[in-house]
Structure formats: structure tokens, C-alpha cells
């Protein structure tokens, strides 16, 4: 039996929820991390040294970083096309993986911080018009990439679809002003519709 550490309103730990949904596998999933705590506790940190959420136990082996278990997962136990059997598709499958964390999520989650978490009256105004730059620099990034194929990393729908497809819920709920952008919006309509993503990521902003 797997165990997944981590509360679910995580956006980390929303995408292992997502990925083992997916892959429609059987988990044990153990509150921690945000209001649950324990992520100080001596016998946590032997399992993740950063007191972070979330975990994974699989057997002998304990694994955190979200991305890193995601990609564990997929390269363990999925088949294609969800983990892509051609380097090449699955080089850009880590590629868009590892854009989303370092390009797309950091303006992302000022925003979140600044509009959902914040109050009106100590927001800082330069730094989320900033953000917003930012995020709609990237999403045009993304949205020329979907005007080529249905999904991030090609034709078929992969494990990189899943890191984009959680800051995309965040940026799709945010209170902010958003252009059209056409693929972009196109393929979030096709996320919406996977029963992993309604059943653990589309929740409201907190």
C-alpha cells in the first residue's frame, strides 16, 4: 500500500493526489503539513528532512519533492501514453515539468499570496502587477506550445499536464482580469473533464 503525507489543499500534494488518481492507484493518505502539523515532529523529518509536504512511502522506499514523486509514480507504474514510452516525448514531458516549477508557478503563487491570502489593504500593488506579467509572459509560452498539439508535452495527455494543470486552477480562480488566451483556455476545458483533477485540485483558493 502506498502512503502519501500531506493535507490536500496543498497544490504539491494535489499532484500526487492527481497523478495517483491516474494511475489508479490504491493509497493511504495521512493529514500533515499546514493546519495538521506534524511535518517537525522527530519521526517525520527521518522521512522528509525539509518538513515539507508532501511524502511518499512505497515499500522500503520514501520519496518527497512533488515532482520527483510524480515522475516516480509515472515511470513505476504507468504505461502509455500517460508516461511516454519515446525519450524524446518524455524528455519534453520533464521539460514542461520542470518550466512549470521554475517559469510559470512563481507568478502564479505571488498572486495567490497577494490576492487570496492577503488582505485588500496590505496588498502589495507593484508586486502583483508584476506577477501578472509575469504569468501571462508564460502562459503565452504555453499557449503557442497548445496551438501545436493537444497537450503540453504532445498528442496525449502525460504526467506534465499535471503540475500545469494545478497552477492553471489557480490561475483560472484567482480575482484578477485575464485575457483569452485560446489553446491555453481549450486545453484547461480538457483538464476540467479528467476525474482526477474535479475529484482532488478543482476546490476553492485558500
Do not use: C
Request: aromatic share 12%.
Amino acid at each position: 500500500m502506498l502512503r502519501l503525507w500531506g493535507h490536500k489543499n496543498s497544490s504539491n500534494v494535489q499532484k500526487v493526489l492527481w497523478a495517483l488518481d491516474e494511475l489508479r492507484l490504491d493509497f493511504e493518505r495521512i493529514d500533515a503539513g499546514g493546519p495538521f502539523g506534524r511535518v517537525k515532529d522527530a519521526d517525520y523529518l527521518t522521512l522528509n528532512p525539509n518538513g515539507l509536504v508532501p511524502t511518499l512511502e512505497d515499500g522500503s522506499l520514501v520519496l518527497w519533492e512533488s515532482h520527483a514523486i510524480v515522475r516516480y509514480l509515472f515511470s513505476r507504474y504507468g504505461s502509455p501514453p500517460l508516461q511516454p514510452s519515446d525519450l524524446a516525448d518524455k524528455a519534453r514531458a520533464d521539460a514542461w515539468t520542470d518550466w512549470q516549477f521554475g517559469t510559470l508557478w512563481p507568478p502564479i503563487r505571488t498572486l495567490l499570496v497577494q490576492l487570496v491570502r492577503t488582505p485588500e489593504e496590505r496588498r502589495d500593488q507593484a508586486a502583483i502587477e508584476a506577477a501578472r506579467k509575469s504569468a501571462l509572459a508564460a502562459l503565452g509560452i504555453l499557449d503557442r506550445q497548445l496551438s501545436r498539439h493537444p497537450w503540453a508535452a504532445g498528442e496525449y495527455f502525460t504526467f506534465a499536464d499535471i503540475p500545469l494543470g494545478v497552477a492553471a486552477q489557480r490561475w483560472y480562480n484567482l480575482p484578477t482580469e485575464r485575457p483569452a488566451l485560446q489553446h491555453v483556455d481549450a486545453w484547461y476545458g480538457r483538464i476540467k473533464r479528467r476525474p482526477g483533477f474535479e475529484r482532488w485540485v478543482d476546490l476553492p483558493l485558500g
